[in-house]
């Protein structure tokens, strides 16, 4: 989970940025930190990239990760996982940069204090938190030191915890190393002195779909509003309703300053539409280059689920060994057969039908999304159709959710972008 982010300090004197309390602090090679007022304005810049080597952030019109930091603020944290009770944290609002065109930054001021009196870390409004002499800070992109995921429910089938995606919850972590009061005014005085972030989460999105895999090409698959009927007459796609549940390698909480997972996490999922079916909808998958072969071109037409662009799933992993190996992360699949003049009930798990969809070759690397692409044939939906419950329109019928057999080969594929 290495993904570099760095945040550039522009050098004092050379943009007139910086300032100081008194005059010659430093004397010879070594800095003697004198007691006065150090302040800077921070350019926020990184690099776009795959590779651990590059600087990816924020998430762009395709879904993929840019070189735009995702948040309006950073945070400057004590260097501790808030158990002592006196976490410190003080919320720096990003601004435009003059010196810099186009870049966004922040502006921070550092006051050292006198004899053993520590240093306080102010923000442009004058907000301020104090450290002690031998006290540390982080720079971090989330405002708490422990994060914690919205659990709401149970999964129907394995008894998992599941949890719902939350904004502001399930957002980017980024977090820096550790700071110490000497650290940072030796950084604040360097020609281009940076701080870099590591990235501690990963994205997911889906694209799930019911199409002619039986008939067609390994690549290509083609269902639409008009021959949908020639597949499974007397129906149409808003008949059936699904969600999804991700995981289990999800976790409940995650210490973000000592980037770990308490043992006794269990693992956990995550599930679609805040949990509620919805009506499958026409989705569309073409990609190229999208394995080892460059020249392959997946053209894959649907109905089902697809994750939206803003929508992407983003949380830290639960690597722990108790939970599962990371190449049993599953997709479950939930669909019902509710066409017009049944009763339509979208939070209830009655009627169900449900299928595992296993996903190889997922990896722990952070700084991806994990593209998650699965066709299954339209004839699977059959079974649902022929359920008696289904058939008759009734409220005889199964109260837990049933397995569905599939009788057809599935298409996955996993990229990570």
Same mark, same amino acid.
């Given at each position: 989970?290495?993904?570099?982010?760095?945040?550039?300090?522009?050098?004092? %004197?050379?943009?007139?940025?910086?300032? @100081?309390?008194? $005059?010659?602090?430093?004397? #010879?090679?070594?800095? !003697?930190?004198?007691?006065?007022?150090?302040?800077?304005?921070?350019?926020?810049?990184?690099?776009?990239?795959?590779?651990?080597?590059?600087?990816?952030?924020?998430?762009?019109?395709?879904?993929?990760?840019?070189?735009?930091?995702?948040?309006?603020?950073?945070?400057?944290?004590?260097?501790?996982?808030?158990?002592?009770?006196?976490?410190?944290?003080?919320?720096?609002?990003?601004?435009?940069?003059?010196?810099?065109?186009?870049?966004?930054?922040?502006?921070?001021?550092?006051?050292?204090?006198?004899?053993? %009196?520590?240093?306080?870390?102010?923000? @442009?409004?004058? $907000?301020?938190?104090?450290? #002690?002499?031998?006290? !540390?800070?982080?720079?971090?992109?989330?405002?708490?030191?422990?994060?914690?995921?919205?659990?709401v429910y149970e999964s129907p089938v394995t008894g998992s915890d599941v949890f719902n995606q939350t904004e502001g919850v399930n957002e980017e972590l980024l977090k820096s190393e550790t700071y110490s009061k000497e650290d940072l005014v030796n950084l604040l005085q360097q020609g281009a002195p940076q701080i870099t972030l590591t990235r501690h989460c990963t994205g997911f999105r889906t694209t799930f779909m019911f199409t002619n895999v039986k008939y067609s090409g390994e690549h290509n698959y083609n269902v639409s509003e008009n021959s949908w009927e020639e597949y499974l007459p007397g129906t149409k796609p808003s008949d059936f309703y699904i969600k999804l549940y991700l995981g289990p390698n999800f976790c409940h909480d995650y210490d973000i300053f000592n980037n770990t997972v308490p043992t006794t996490d269990q693992g956990g999922y995550y599930v679609t539409n805040n949990n509620e079916y919805e009506p499958l909808e026409q989705v569309v998958y073409t990609t190229s280059g999208a394995t080892s072969d460059p020249t392959l071109v997946y053209t894959y037409w649907g109905f089902g689920y697809g994750t939206e662009t803003g929508n992407i799933l983003m949380a830290p992993l639960n690597l722990n060994e108790h939970v599962g190996d990371i190449h049993e992360f599953s997709i479950y699949v939930f669909?019902?057969?509710?066409?017009?003049?049944?009763?339509?009930?979208?939070?209830?798990?009655?009627?169900?039908?449900?299928?595992?969809?296993?996903?190889?070759?997922?990896t722990d690397l952070a700084n991806r999304v994990h593209n998650l692409i699965v066709a299954l044939d339209i004839h699977e939906l059959e079974n649902i159709i022929n359920q008696p419950a289904a058939t008759g329109f009734t409220r005889v019928g199964w109260s837990e959710p049933r397995e569905l057999k599939l009788k057809y080969p599935v298409k996955v594929i996993s990229i990570e972008e």
């Open positions: 989970m290495k993904k570099i982010i760095s945040i550039l300090l522009i050098a004092c %004197g050379i943009f007139s940025a910086c300032s @100081s309390g008194d $005059e010659d602090f430093f004397k #010879g090679d070594i800095p !003697e930190i004198a007691p006065g007022v150090y302040s800077c304005d921070l350019v926020i810049s990184s690099e776009a990239g795959k590779s651990s080597e590059h600087v990816t952030r924020g998430i762009d019109g395709l879904g993929n990760f840019t070189n735009e930091y995702p948040s309006n603020y950073i945070y400057v944290h004590s260097a501790d996982n808030g158990e002592g009770g006196d976490h410190k944290v003080l919320t720096v609002p990003l601004k435009e940069v003059v010196f810099c065109d186009g870049c966004r930054g922040v502006h921070l001021e550092m006051e050292v204090n006198e004899g053993e %009196g520590g240093y306080t870390i102010r923000n @442009s409004k004058g $907000e301020s938190i104090t450290l #002690g002499e031998d006290e !540390e800070v982080y720079f971090s992109s989330y405002p708490e030191a422990y994060w914690h995921a919205d659990k669909i019902k057969y509710m066409p017009e003049g049944s009763e339509i009930n979208t939070t209830s798990d009655e009627n169900s039908m449900w299928l595992r969809v296993p996903i190889p070759d997922m």
